[in-house]
């Protein structure tokens, strides 16, 4: 009960924020409004007004979760409204490019490691390639896609893949690096090979690294596939309801989507928690 308390103390405190700023914001349309039919508003009125606008500045919780609960449960789950159907389309990709991007975060990590060559000539390229904006790569990663005739999960992939794999490569070359040299010296004094020196020593090792990394990097996946589903104008996926909320002034619409996606979000770095508390218990390294 003492570790729900403060959660509860915030999530009260910013529904209250929440609830002032949206009155803030949206008070001048009422007002505007009330105007124009000739009336005056009391504050009790204002209040309720500011609350029930079709296309608000700001929405209020409630406005947000009403909008969601139609999003999910309201509609077919094949519904091109159905917050599902577009989640699955963004899911999709974001699963393709993290598994891609994981997968090379840990092959270059591993080469880095056991390569100076590599360590000296890939990881400055790896740390450079962060330092260019998403917003500028993803355009042209849809543009070049399209001009080769491919379009749908494959482009939203590889920006997917481009933003997941760095954190995996740094997460990984550190944790494969964890061990100290005391530890290095014994497995060299019983004779171990370097391929057991890293499956028994720097594997393991890397372990609670690896998925920490993880969990970064699928929120970075989803990020990246919502970013490629803007610029391309796309019909299915979050961002294509971001994009077509943004489009039409449906703010409500707007949040739904962002909640959905922060949903979605929480469900992919659990699922990787879960993971992590299997593996590490069975291997006998959990906390």
């Known amino acids: 009960m003492r570790a729900v308390l403060p959660v509860l103390a915030v999530l009260s405190a ?6 002032g700023a949206a009155v803030v914001l949206n008070a001048p349309w009422a007002r505007d409004q009330a105007a124009r039919a ?14 029930a606008q079709e296309r608000p500045v700001l929405p209020a919780p409630h ?30 990709a974001t699963l393709a490019g993290f598994v891609a991007g994981a997968l090379a ?11 100076r060559v590599m360590d000296l000539s890939l990881m400055p390229w790896a740390i450079a390639s962060q330092t260019v904006p998403i917003l500028a790569i993803a355009p042209m990663v849809i543009v070049v896609f399209a001009s080769l005739g491919i379009t749908g999960l ?44 890293f499956w028994r020593l720097r594997l393991p090792s890397a372990l609670p690294w690896l998925f920490a990394s993880l969990k970064v990097a699928v929120a970075a996946a989803l990020v990246g596939t919502i970013v490629g589903e ?4 796309a019909t299915a996926g979050l961002g294509a ?17 962002l909640f959905a996606a922060a949903g979605l979000a929480a469900l992919l770095v659990a699922a990787i928690g879960l993971a992590e508390r299997v593996t590490l218990k069975r291997m006998g390294l959990a906390r």
């Open 230 to 233: 803007l610029p391309a104008g």
């Open 63 to 92: 406005q947000v979760a009403r909008g969601l609960w139609d999003g999910i449960a309201g509609q077919k789950i094949t519904s091109k409204r159905s917050l599902v159907w577009h989640g699955w389309i963004t899911l999709s």
């Open 14 to 19: 910013i529904l209250v924020l929440w609830y």
């Open 105 to 115: 975060g840990v092959l270059l990590a591993v080469g880095i490691v056991h390569s």
């Open 154 to 197: 494959v482009p939203k992939a590889m920006i997917s893949a481009w933003l997941s794999f760095f954190p995996v490569l740094v997460g990984m070359v550190r944790g494969l690096r964890s061990p100290d040299r005391m530890q290095l010296d014994l497995m060299h004094s019983w004779s171990a090979s370097g391929a057991q020196v």
């Open 241 to 257: 309801r971001l994009l077509s909320g943004s489009y039409y002034g449906q703010t409500i619409q707007i949040w739904a989507a």
């Open 38 to 51: 000739g009336q005056t508003l009391t504050l009790p009125d204002l209040v309720a007004a500011t609350m």
